[in-house]
């Protein structure tokens, strides 16, 4: 995820100083490149997550349900919900892909038009899912940071500090 904000990041730089004021880029041809490579790097930088992103946000949900009521930030719900809906169609763009190249001729493999024109729209339409994914991903760890800091209905109640005897002199 920190991975993917530092691609976001990049590109806004990027799009500040190649567009006019209005947002139009200064080469078309040059920020659609640009614009592709950041689709593929951001892609890239999910697949790390993408096998495991469905178990981290079920345990981000029971990590929520148990928090008390007063350590939970009122958008958590909101932003997973954003990634789940993120994920299913991520999931759904993938399965896409995969049946778009074993349709592709033997002929098509990495570095050919075909193939990469394929991937390249592959990326380009999962693109704003990985968006969500790097602007919403955070809400992840601060959920566990909010869990690792509640205490834990499992756990006995600390025992009361005795009360100071006044009877006992001070020790010098």
């Keep these: 995820m920190s991975d993917s904000k530092k691609i976001l990041d990049a590109w806004d ?28 790097d951001t892609a890239e930088a999910f697949e790390s997550l993408r096998y495991g992103a469905r178990h981290l946000l079920a345990t981000a949900e029971t990590q929520l349900g148990s928090l008390p009521e007063g350590a939970v930030q009122s958008r958590w719900i909101y932003q997973l919900s954003v990634l789940h809906a993120a994920l299913d169609r991520l999931e759904q ?18 570095g050919t038009t075909a193939f990469d024109d394929a991937l390249a729209e592959y990326h380009a339409e999962s693109w704003s899912y990985l968006d969500d994914w790097a ?6 760890r601060e959920i566990n940071a909010a869990a690792r800091k509640a205490p834990s209905p499992l756990a006995p109640a ?9 009877r006992t002199p001070a020790r010098k």
Excluded at 19 to 39: E, I, K
Excluded at 100 to 110: E, G, H, I, V
Excluded at 158 to 166: L, T
Aim: proline letters at 10%.
């Design 13 to 40: 730089a990027y799009s500040d100083e190649h567009t006019d004021l209005d947002g139009w880029p200064y080469d078309d041809h040059a920020y659609g490149l640009r614009a592709s490579q950041r689709d593929a």
């Design 135 to 140: 602007t919403n991903g955070k809400t992840l």
């Design 93 to 110: 763009l993938h399965e896409q892909w995969l049946e778009t190249r074993d349709s592709l001729p033997a002929t098509a493999k990495p």
């Design 158 to 166: 600390p025992a009361p500090a005795p009360a100071a005897d006044r």
